[in-house]
């Protein structure tokens, strides 16, 4: 079972076309809170008149993720924007890699409530309670292999092998196993 995903989507529309835009954005959110783990969605543009939109949607594992994105009502849905939307740009995100940070400016809310981020000083605790034993590792690892290279690229080879374990694996794993403490109401 997989934790929380959100999908970042970037997508052009005619300025002109803002109206349509609003309506196809609703239509969609409506279909997919009918589906299950559905979290919310909302959007975000740089500036009013702006033809980039970036959209997030999250849902609470990939499985349900995948039961939406597969299903007839979503093609039916992006179907129906053809001709005013073309995305560019689509990317997936677990765990910590920078979803605390909320949008800068929103031109829609979210149409469900979202928890603040955690405090910074607890997402300094995750990163550090996987960074320290990942590198750890990888330098005791580099020590027998890599003794003799020159610094500058014993140092890249380690980070070459961490950045990935780190982004795909150790953040997504601590966050799940962490999210009740990351999380805990915060008292004033």
Not at 31 to 40: N, T, Y
Not at 124 to 142: D, E, G, K, Q
Request: glycine fraction near 4%; include cysteine.
């Amino acid at each position: 079972m997989s934790g929380p995903v959100t999908v970042s989507i970037t997508r052009q529309v005619d300025p002109s076309q803002e109206d349509q835009m609003l309506a196809w954005l609703r239509a969609g959110t409506e279909l997919a809170e009918r589906f299950d783990g559905f979290l919310g969605s909302g959007w975000v543009r740089p500036e009013e008149s702006s033809s980039e939109w970036h959209m997030l949607y999250r849902f609470s594992s990939q499985e349900s993720l995948e039961a939406w994105e597969l299903s007839a009502q979503r093609r039916w849905w992006l179907d129906s924007a053809q001709g005013f939307v073309d995305e560019s740009s689509r990317e997936h995100r677990t765990g910590i890699e920078g979803w605390f940070d909320e949008p800068s400016s929103v031109d829609v809310q979210d149409l469900r409530s979202t928890a603040p981020p955690p405090p910074r000083w607890k997402q300094m605790c995750a990163i550090f309670i996987v960074f320290y034993p990942l590198s750890l590792a990888a330098n005791y690892v580099a020590k027998d292999f890599a003794a003799d290279w020159w610094l500058p690229l014993r140092v890249l080879a380690i980070v070459a092998v961490m950045t990935p374990l780190m982004t795909y694996v150790a953040l997504p794993w601590i966050t799940r196993l962490l999210h009740g403490w990351l999380n805990a109401a915060r008292t004033p």
